[in-house]
């Protein structure tokens, strides 16, 4: 029986990799309108949506393998379909270079300066909901602790974990604000600078490890 927190350690680490999700969550900090209340909002919807996902995923998947056994046929088509659309998620990652996108943008700060606080909370639901990247990973990573067969708190202690990392990126930045101020925002500048410059490669990279891990599982 193996570490089900170690287990799901890099699939958390590659859910955590969102930048559009930091991306919102800036604009919303950066908005001055409202910036503490509005952040912690879409955190609160990035969180509910990212924990009905994550408890959804291991009850489906405990109906399908429910004894934590070997996996079976249909266990390992998830894997290697799971792989696939890691593949094609790396490569689309790494074709989509720095293109303008400057009407998105322009639409989201809009969005940003005229909706109402508690719509912030449908913001993050919808953004999360959107995040396929993060979602994907977490799915081959909810199994993989499955397939530890360890104690159930320990369990539920690595899908915490995962839920904490995959959170981060709308998390860290409102944490950050709401402990420090003014005085975080070189840093939060810095943080949203390093990851839309380079979360093509890190995404790629992790999406690359991930498939190959769930095509030596599947043919095991």
């Known amino acids: 029986m193996s570490n089900p927190i170690i287990t799901m350690l890099p699939f958390a680490v590659g859910a955590m990799i969102s ?70 998620l790396t490569v689309r990652v790494l074709l989509d270079k720095h293109r303008p996108r400057n009407d998105h943008e322009t639409r989201m700060q809009h969005m940003v300066q005229t909706a109402k606080p508690r719509s912030f909370f449908i913001v993050g639901l919808a ?15 909810v199994r993989a602790v499955q397939e530890t067969q360890a104690a159930f708190a320990l369990q539920a202690i690595a899908l915490i974990i995962a839920l904490v990392f995959t959170l981060m990126p709308a998390l860290l930045p ?37 498939a190959v891990l769930l095509f030596v599982g599947a043919l095991r």
Not at 63 to 75: D, F, I, K, M
Not at 127 to 141: E, K, N, Q, R, Y
Not at 181 to 200: E, I, Q
Request: glycine fraction near 8%; hydrophobic fraction near 55%.
């Open 127 to 141: 953004v999360m909901a959107t995040d396929l990247s993060s979602l994907i990973i977490l799915v081959p990573g």
């Open 19 to 88: 930048p559009f999700v930091l991306i919102v969550q800036a604009l919303i900090l950066a908005s001055g309108i409202q910036p503490k209340l509005r952040g912690w909002l879409y955190t609160l919807g990035c969180t509910a949506f990212t924990i009905v996902f994550i408890v959804a995923v291991y009850a489906g998947l405990s109906r399908v393998a429910p004894g934590n056994t070997a996996p079976s046929p249909v266990l390992r088509a998830i894997e290697i379909t799971i792989g696939i659309l890691l593949l094609v």
């Open 174 to 210: 409102v944490a950050l604000a709401t402990l420090f101020g003014r005085r975080a925002d070189h840093f939060l500048k810095a943080l949203n600078h390093f990851v839309t410059k380079n979360s093509r490669f890190i995404t790629a990279g992790i999406c690359v490890l991930l």
